[in-house]
DNA sequence: CTACTGACTGACCGGACGGTTAGTCATTCT
DNA sequence: AGAATGACTAACCGTCCGGTCAGTCAGTAG
């Protein structure tokens, strides 16, 4: 805590409000007068508008990822810590739900966001864990051989982006049960994964990648 | 066609730049030099700049999803169906990929969007389609029966979603193999849910939402 | 006391924004 | 011919934005 009071509280107040409604909606007045400081005092602290919102970001992303790195050393079968992980991702996503919604924001608007390699560089980090617990589990024949790590990992993560960024319109989709509570939901995303769609007796379907290349029409 | 050519040329600008960059980001001076029209002329065509947003909004989701209503009537096993609709969207998506960009912008941006609402009609209605298709092959005997088919639809469609919205940063994730061509992509993400995680000789894993609740510290 | 420093402020700047106004011009109706 | 209409424009308006600047004030070192 090397920072002055005033910097301290323009950063919380810029990180709340840049993460309910990004960049460009919000302006530097809003931002000093809810941290209770005149606007002119933000330039004293910071360079730019865009330098105060890389700081949110890099405050943001600091303290994040190494709960899944940390996973991966215990002494617990794959299936063990892919729970584990998922009870650990949707309690501390909901724990910090400003820090959350940046990160994704950036991520999510890949194209153009300003903080966008910072949140990638957590993003990356967070996915590289999670690809060598999948991987560990072909390894170790828990899971599937023909299983790709880094599409599981990708498709829990999709899950879990989703549930947080839609968990509003969640309740109004029909169809959805009792999925809106975050609990339920990953524990019927984890089954779905696991056990995947067919069901023990059925034929094996074949499925390749030029079944979804384009035809010609 | 009853719009005047003047008109038709804003709707095709804004829909080009919304589509890029979001509604705050884009002026309306832009929009009317890149439609080859004074400023003030979009305003003898639209009331506000919100009102030309919206009207984008709503050409941009007029003909979607019809696909998935359509594939459900056809006589094919539901497996067969499935394959057919992950080809159909992930074509579809980079067909228009414009159209698809506002869409996701809005339903991503889920708590505050202007075109919220009105792109939230087809995502719903896409997602009420798609998980009838699961649940058809939920009652045939086709998927397991424990599936849940919204979450199924769900994941699947968050699956799409990500992928669209992130596969400029996919090539640079390690571990992702070629699942960064979208061919490649469709086949293994259907493949992991088809199959899930578990190989066949597996023990059942119990999961229950009581593992993800939120546990005392 | 003086000199200096860092936190902080009110007043201000140029520019871009969304939106308005008065008016031009070609076409069509009577 | 003349009235009316709809497409279109140049010039303009008030507002708010990010950013600047001159200066106040408390603390503190010499």
Same mark, same amino acid.
């Given at each position: 805590m090397s920072l002055p009071a005033g910097a301290r509280s323009i950063l919380d107040a810029a990180a709340s409000l840049f993460s309910r409604t990004?960049? &460009?909606?919000?302006s530097l007045s809003e931002i000093a007068s809810r941290a209770g400081v005149c606007k002119a005092n933000i330039f004293h602290h910071f360079d730019s508008k865009e330098a105060l919102y890389l700081d949110v970001m890099r405050e943001a992303c600091k303290c994040h990822a190494e709960f899944a790195e940390q996973l991966l050393l215990e002494p617990l079968s794959s299936t063990e810590k892919l729970l584990r992980l998922v009870e650990f991702e949707f309690h501390d996503m909901f724990e910090n739900e400003a820090r959350t919604q940046l990160i994704f924001r950036e991520v999510l608007n890949a194209g153009s966001g300003k903080g966008r390699e910072i949140a990638e560089n957590i993003f990356q980090r967070n996915c590289n864990a999670v690809i060598a617990l999948f991987q560990e589990g072909v390894d170790r024949g828990e899971?599937?051989?023909?299983? &790709?790590p880094g599409i599981a990992a990708w498709m829990l993560g999709a899950s879990e982006m989703m549930f947080f960024q839609n968990r509003n319109i969640l309740s109004h989709m029909p169809g959805m049960g009792n999925a809106t509570v975050p609990a339920e939901y990953a524990a019927k995303v984890v089954k779905t994964l696991l056990y995947g769609l067919l069901p023990d007796n059925a034929d094996g379907v074949a499925v390749d990648a030029a079944q979804f290349q384009r035809k010609p029409t």
């Open positions: 990004g960049f &460009d909606a919000v899971f599937r051989s023909e299983l &790709d």
